[in-house]
């Protein structure tokens, strides 16, 4: 599924989106510690059922009922190729608040086990080092040290991108992939 | 020489800050212009004589009522940065262009010294659509407050119904003074509101159209023929500014409209300044004739002292009232005129009210919807503490009363959160008639509308929807149905053709009918047309319906012309389009040379779905009720393959394909197909497919949900439903899953199957002769 990641950016860390000092919600994803600007998360949820949609890329787990408004939910782990793992009682759902097209957009973020909220000063926020084509780091804000944990901020914008996420059209399963050539098959 | 510069600089900033109707600081920049003509102090320069006309223009901005003021500042702005070239730059005056309007303008000022007839007047206004011309329209709202705007576009728009409204009342022969009174406030409200946020084009438009009002306000024109339109064709305008300011705002651009508004203006002015030449017999009647009227139904007046009264007031002072001269000539006695002048008052307040005096608040639709769903979420809440296996197991009397009062409020809490989004259909039948009004003076044919259930409360959503459906279905009976008054002459029917259009409740249901008393849909014509496009099938038995039906295809039009109103092809298949993206359906009646009649029916709300609860690996989906034709147990015998892949179902001898949502969904997690299960089929239009699932939940009602904009390509899922546990199941795109059986949606329907079908039938022979070699 790589026709969903962005392009690599090799020249290194060219946002002029900065991270700024303030408070982070920081979350876990396997052993590494992320952070998320506080005033993006609407709100914190535990894990419920999540009804899949077909047809989309592999790391939207599929929508939930919050509260009578169908959201997305994004599985983190899925979007940034880390291992698949089971969900545990501490998995929860970060409601973030996503600028797209047509204004401002709930999604949940599906994490390992959110930490605590953080204030983090200008001086303890380094910027996102390069690691050439490798990695890419568009999506970081920069990195927060504080005492020795070093923690990942996120520009949730981005890695959330809206205009991403709804090129489900070009992202067909294998299966429906054989259906859809089935059908080739039938109007031939 | 540098004193005079900065003076010139002074008042070019201020120019550019000043509005037109702001008297102090136009007084001030007054001053300034007469302080310029001062520091040159020479009266032979042309300078001095710039900056005398400028200060004259302002003056004349300040003390006179001038019609176009914005278009005065533009001119001022012009010959100030006019003057800035000569003093700044140091060019030579000639070679520096002056607005003529500049030096015309004092010209005209000399000519007509104040004099305020209407010739005059007229003359003014004429020489200034010169000066408009010259002078641009754009929509900017950079600067401009959001949420004042957004105010101000809605609150515009009723404006706009409303005198639209009541300019139809005057066609119907309504009084139309206090008519024309509203449309007049409408505009001016417009207009007032457009001046407060800088919106230049809605600002001049409306007061043009203010201006022409306020002419038939005085009585000296009516409202009639060409000038009902003109102010139709205004409120059009005006709508159409109103849409592209919006999308000024939603995008941040400007827009130039100038074109446009230009075009209208013209217009306008010509139907103000031609009020002379139109004048004729009808139109004086408008004002006093009510007020004798009123007297001649009290047997006060006789109509024969009436008719010589209003010949006289002709001939002396048309301006004059009735009252005024009923009184003077002692026709009548002073107070009956004035009780029966009261009584004219009362009548028009009634009239305004129109009934609709219950009080409203404006609430921000997405509050509402916010709302709704948080009762909705109630209400799954409350049936799960309701359904609570625990909790029934208490078998306490006082909780399971309290728990049925709890659901009692709730379900009551329910519908009128439901029927807060109700609205009444009047404003779109409003449109209606307005179309039909268009529309057969356009094609040239005698009709009226018959509207009925204009209160009938329809979701708001439908009312919107609705709209353009309705409008083209109306097309189409002003246009092919109804014949023209010739052809109904000679077919015996009354000249007048009718149409009908009526809304009504039913059954949990909202229907509308349209009836029209035209030569009714042609059969043989269809069919004829539906084979010549190569649309159906030759040989194929057809019932009236599926004949009817075929009107909806896309292309397909029986009009032997195109003209300017339908024939193209386009229209009935939005109205199927649109239709069944609200889930409804519709039925045709239609009798040769008596009449067509399309009656729809549309579910209740858009927020709840008729739907088949299914179960797939243990995914919940929904298959809209509408849609469904009847559900079969699975058996391995009635499968056909074809090269292993592609399945088909016999269906009682109909082939249909087969698709099974798993594989589609993505849910089989590589498991065999096995040949077990529920198939489902449902039908979209003539075609039918069949879905494999599971198992049959049953029937349901559920609340739908959008999936958001994230996932609005979805083509097999329409939505999103919250089940009554709370989670969400999807429902099912139906005629997107069949697009996907035809894999060529624009191949059209049914040369399609026909090809699925010679497949089939080539690959049972080949079975068949496997089997019996």
């Not at chain 2, 005006?238 to 592209?244: C, G, I, S, T, V």
Request: proline share 2%.
């Amino acid at each position: 599924m790589s026709e969903t990641r962005t392009a690599p950016n090799t020249s290194g860390v060219t946002t002029s989106s900065k991270a700024k000092a303030g408070k982070y919600l920081t979350f876990r994803l396997a052993d590494e510690e992320y952070g998320i600007e506080i005033l993006r998360v609407r709100e914190i949820i535990g894990l419920m059922d999540i009804t899949q949609v077909p047809r989309t890329p592999h790391y939207v787990r599929g929508v939930i009922n919050l509260r009578g408004k169908v959201i997305p939910v994004i599985d983190l782990r899925m979007k940034f190729d880390m291992n698949v793992q089971e969900d545990t009682e501490e998995s929860c759902i970060i409601v973030v608040d996503v600028a797209s097209a047509d204004g401002t957009v709930s999604i949940g973020v599906l994490v390992d086990a959110v930490s605590e909220v953080l204030n983090i000063r200008q001086e303890e926020i380094e910027d996102a080092p390069s690691f050439g084509s490798g990695i890419d780091v568009d999506y970081i804000l920069g990195i927060g040290k504080i005492k020795n944990a070093v923690k990942i901020l996120l520009n949730i914008n981005k890695v959330l991108d809206a205009s991403q996420i709804s090129l489900i059209d070009n992202v067909v399963t294998a299966e429906s992939e054989s259906l859809i050539e089935m059908a080739e098959v039938k109007s031939a | 020489m540098d004193g005079l510069q900065e003076q010139i600089e002074l008042v070019a900033t201020d120019l550019v800050l000043v509005s037109s109707d702001d008297v102090p600081a136009l007084a001030a920049i007054h001053d300034k212009f007469q302080g310029i003509a001062q520091t040159i102090n020479d009266e032979g320069s042309r300078l001095y004589q710039a900056a005398r006309c400028c200060a004259n223009l302002v003056e004349k901005l300040i003390l006179n009522d001038v019609e176009g003021r914005s278009a005065f500042l533009s001119i001022l702005s012009n010959s100030v940065m006019a003057m800035q070239e000569v003093i700044r730059d140091k060019r030579d005056f000639s070679e520096v262009h002056f607005p003529e309007e500049l030096w015309s303008g004092v010209m005209q000022e000399h000519a007509s010294t104040k004099d305020e007839s209407p010739l005059a007047r007229n003359a003014e206004e004429s020489g200034e659509i010169k000066s408009e011309e010259a002078e641009s329209f754009i929509i900017d709202v950079q600067n401009s407050d959001s949420s004042l705007l957004g105010e101000f576009i809605t609150e515009a728009r009723e404006h706009c119904a409303t005198a639209e409204q009541m300019l139809m009342d005057i066609e119907t022969g309504q009084d139309p003074e206090s008519a024309i009174n509203a449309i007049f406030r409408s505009f001016h409200t417009i207009k007032g509101a457009a001046g407060f946020l800088d919106l230049k084009p809605i600002l001049v438009l409306a007061h043009e159209s203010e201006t022409l009002l306020d002419l038939a306000r005085k009585g000296d024109i009516s409202i009639e023929g060409r000038r009902a339109d003109m102010v139709f064709d205004s409120i059009d305008r005006l709508r159409e500014l109103l849409k592209e300011t919006e999308n000024s705002l939603n995008e941040r651009k400007t827009i130039d409209v100038t074109g446009s508004v230009i075009s209208i203006l013209h217009r306008l002015k010509e139907t103000i300044a031609g009020k002379d030449s139109l004048e004729d017999s009808a139109i004086d009647i408008t004002n006093p004739k009510r007020l004798g009227e009123l007297l001649v139904d009290e047997g006060v007046l006789e109509i024969g002292a009436l008719e010589d009264l209003l010949a006289q007031q002709m001939q002396t002072d048309p301006k004059e009232k009735l009252g005024t001269l009923l009184t003077k000539t002692q026709t009548a006695p002073a107070k009956k005129v004035a009780q029966a002048l009261r009584h004219q008052k009362d009548q028009a307040r009634e009239m305004t009210a129109g009934g609709m005096v219950r009080e409203v608040v404006k609430v921000d639709t997405e509050r509402l919807d916010r709302l709704i769903d948080t009762i909705g979420e109630l209400v799954i809440a409350e049936s799960m503490v309701g359904q609570d296996d625990h909790i029934l197991a208490l078998d306490l009397p006082h909780i399971s009363r309290n728990i049925s009062h709890l659901n009692k409020v709730t379900r009551e809490l329910q519908e009128m959160g439901m029927a807060m989004r109700l609205v009444p259909m009047r404003a779109t039948f409003q449109k209606l008639k307005r179309a039909v009004r268009d529309l057969a003076k356009k094609a040239d044919k005698n009709l009226k509308l018959v509207v009925s259930g204009e209160d009938t409360e329809v979701d708001r959503g439908i009312a919107e929807q609705i709209s353009d459906p309705l409008v083209h279905m109306v097309r189409n009976s002003v246009d092919h149905g109804i014949e023209t008054p010739e052809e109904r002459i000679k077919k015996g029917k009354p000249v007048e053709g009718e149409i009908r259009i009526s809304a009504y409740h039913k059954g949990g249901n909202i229907y509308f009918d349209i009836e029209d008393d035209g030569r009714g849909l042609d059969k043989e014509r269809i069919l004829a047309k539906a084979r010549e496009k190569d649309l159906i099938d030759t040989n194929k038995e057809m019932t009236d319906r599926d004949i009817y039906n075929l009107i909806f295809l896309p292309g397909f039009s029986t009009a032997s012309q195109v003209t300017d109103i339908s024939g193209r092809g386009v229209g009935m298949d939005v109205v199927k389009r649109n239709i069944e993206s609200m889930r409804g359906c519709w039925d045709i009646e239609s009798n040769p040379g008596k009449g067509t009649k399309f009656s729809l029916r549309l579910p209740l709300t858009l927020a709840v779905i008729d739907g088949m609860l299914v179960d797939v690996e243990n995914e919940k989906f929904i298959i809209p009720t509408l849609s469904v034709v009847e559900s079969l147990q699975l058996s391995p015998d009635l499968i056909y393959t074809i090269k292993n892949r592609a399945e088909m179902i016999n269906l009682r001898g109909e082939l249909l394909p087969l698709i099974r949502i798993n594989r589609l969904f993505g849910l089989s997690n590589g498991k065999k197909d096995c040949n077990e299960g529920t198939v489902v089929v449902v039908q979209d239009l003539n075609k039918k497919i069949g879905l494999v699932i599971d198992r049959l939940l049953g029937q349901r009602q559920t609340v739908i949900k959008s999936l958001g904009s994230l996932f609005s390509r979805q083509k097999w899922v329409s939505g999103g439903a919250i089940l009554s546990n709370g989670n969400i199941g999807l429902i099912l795109d139906v005629s997107g899953i069949i697009a996907l059986a035809g894999s060529e949606e624009s191949e059209g329907y049914f040369n399609l199957k026909a090809g699925i079908e010679n497949d089939i039938s080539r690959e049972k022979g080949r079975i068949h002769s496997e089997v019996t070699s």
